[in-house]
Structures are given as structure tokens and as C-alpha cells.
């Protein structure tokens, strides 16, 4: 079982910056990708960003340019850094953490794991 908590979320004015945390705890060992996704209110969730084990990224157009996923082996976490923020991108962001049996034979479940969702609020 993994557990995932997300930090760094708050309000930020057009142009700012931000820096959310996600801290992945418990048996994390199968976890091939994490990833970033947003949901504004009366939208659907859209992937922002994601890494995999091997460090490899992907970017949401909207985002490309403005934002960098990274993580921290280390310390279980990844890090989403959002500069030139703009309004359009209030919204609860929600780590994720794709656990898959390709990363190792004794991995042998497939399973999405969703952290609480920290809020993000870009004012005009």
C-alpha cells in the first residue's frame, strides 16, 4: 500500500511561483510513474505532469514551459515547481502514483493511488 500527501498549495498572484510536494510513503517500491493531475471546478481532471522511475517527463501543453516535475529518490517525494502562473491554472492538484508490474517480477499489481489534492488559487 502506498500513501501519498501533497503540500505546498495556496493562493499566488498571475506571474508568481509555487512549489507542491508530494511525499509518497508505505511500499513504494512498484511504483513505476508519479504524475501530477489538476480538476477545476466543473472540469475534468487533466494530467499535468508526470515522471517516471527512470526520470524520464511529460508535460501538459498548457503547462510546458511554466512548470518542471522533479523528484527527490531520497526522500520518496516529487515536486511539481509552477512559475508564470496564471488564473486558468487554479485548480486542486492531486499527486498520483502508478504502481505496475513491470518495474519488478515480485510487483504484481496494477493501481492508481491518489494523494488528498492541495488547493491552488492564481489571482488576477
Given at each position: 500500500q502506498v500513501q501519498l500527501v501533497?503540500?505546498?498549495?495556496?493562493?499566488?498572484?498571475?506571474?508568481?511561483?509555487?512549489?507542491?510536494?508530494?511525499a509518497a510513503s508505505g511500499d513504494t517500491f512498484c511504483i513505476s510513474a508519479m504524475g501530477w493531475y489538476r480538476q477545476a471546478p466543473g472540469k475534468e481532471r487533466e494530467l499535468?505532469?508526470?515522471?517516471?522511475?527512470?526520470?524520464?517527463?511529460y508535460y501538459g501543453d498548457s503547462?510546458?514551459?511554466?512548470?518542471?516535475?522533479?523528484?527527490?529518490?531520497?526522500?520518496?517525494?516529487?515536486?511539481?515547481?509552477m512559475n508564470s502562473l496564471k488564473p486558468e491554472d487554479t485548480a486542486v492538484?492531486?499527486?498520483?502514483?502508478?504502481?505496475?508490474?513491470?518495474?519488478?517480477?515480485?510487483?504484481?499489481?496494477?493501481?492508481?493511488?491518489?494523494g488528498q489534492g492541495t488547493q491552488v488559487t492564481v489571482s488576477s
Open positions: 501533497e503540500s505546498g498549495g495556496g493562493l499566488v498572484q498571475a506571474g508568481g511561483s509555487l512549489r507542491l510536494s508530494c499535468v505532469a508526470g515522471i517516471t522511475s527512470l526520470s524520464s517527463t503547462v510546458k514551459g511554466r512548470f518542471t516535475i522533479s523528484r527527490d529518490n531520497a526522500k520518496n517525494t516529487v515536486y511539481l515547481q492538484y492531486y499527486c498520483n502514483a502508478d504502481e505496475s508490474p513491470t518495474v519488478q517480477a515480485m510487483c504484481v499489481h496494477e493501481y492508481d493511488y491518489w
